[in-house]
C-alpha cells in the first residue's frame, strides 16, 4: 500500500468546530426534525454510519467513521463512499433551503477527489450557493481527520431538484 503523501502534496490544517448550535436556533425546529429523521432513515446514512453532525440554514455538516466496509483495496475511503458523503450532506444542507412539504434530489454532481482519504473519520460541510422555487446548488468540502488534523480530500459541487409539496412533513412525525 503507498503512503497517502505518495500522490498528492496536502496542505493540513487544524480540524474545524462543528457549526455552532447558535445557528441552529434560525432554523424551523419542524424542518430540522424532518430533515435528521428522512436522513436517520435512509439506507446508506444507515448502512454506513452517516451522522448529521450540525445543521443551520443553508449548511450541513456529517461524518461518516472510517471501517473495512467504506475502504477500498489501497486501505483509503473508497470513491463511490466519499461521493455518497458529499451527495448526502449537499441534500441535507439543500433541504434547510426548501419549504418544509417539498422534497430535494439530486440532478448533477461533479467531484474532484484531491487526495487519498484516510484517517479515523470524514467530515462533509455543505452550503447552499444559490436557492430557487426550482433548483438548489450546494458546494461540498469533505474533509478527512487524522489525528485531530483535517486535510481536504475531495470538493464537489451539486444541483439538487426542489420536489414542491411532494413530501409532506407529516410523513415524517412533525
Known amino acids: 500500500m503507498l503512503p497517502p503523501e505518495a500522490f498528492l502534496p496536502t496542505q493540513r490544517r487544524p480540524a474545524r468546530p462543528p457549526i455552532p448550535s447558535t445557528m441552529t436556533a434560525t ?3 419542524r424542518l ?3 430533515i435528521r429523521t428522512a436522513y436517520a432513515a435512509q439506507g446508506p446514512a444507515r448502512l454506513l454510519g452517516l451522522n448529521i453532525v450540525s445543521l443551520a440554514p443553508g449548511r450541513c455538516s456529517m461524518e ?4 473495512e466496509a467504506v475502504s477500498q483495496h489501497h486501505g483509503y475511503y473508497h470513491g463511490g463512499i466519499i ?9 441535507a444542507a439543500g433541504c434547510t433551503r426548501a419549504g418544509i412539504d417539498d422534497g430535494i434530489v439530486a440532478v448533477e454532481f461533479k467531484i474532484n477527489f ?4 484516510v484517517g479515523e473519520k470524514l467530515v462533509g460541510h455543505a452550503e447552499v450557493v444559490r436557492a430557487g422555487r426550482q433548483l438548489v446548488i450546494t458546494t461540498i468540502d469533505i474533509v478527512s481527520v487524522k489525528d485531530g488534523v483535517e486535510k481536504q480530500v475531495a470538493l464537489m459541487q451539486q444541483t439538487l431538484a426542489v420536489l414542491a409539496g411532494m413530501e409532506p412533513a407529516a410523513q ?3
Open 172 to 174: 415524517w412525525g412533525v
Open 32 to 34: 430540522e426534525a424532518k
Open 83 to 91: 461521493s455518497t458523503l458529499g451527495d448526502s450532506v449537499g441534500g
Open 114 to 117: 484531491l487526495a487519498p482519504a
Open 27 to 29: 432554523l424551523d425546529p
Open 64 to 67: 461518516l467513521p472510517f471501517s
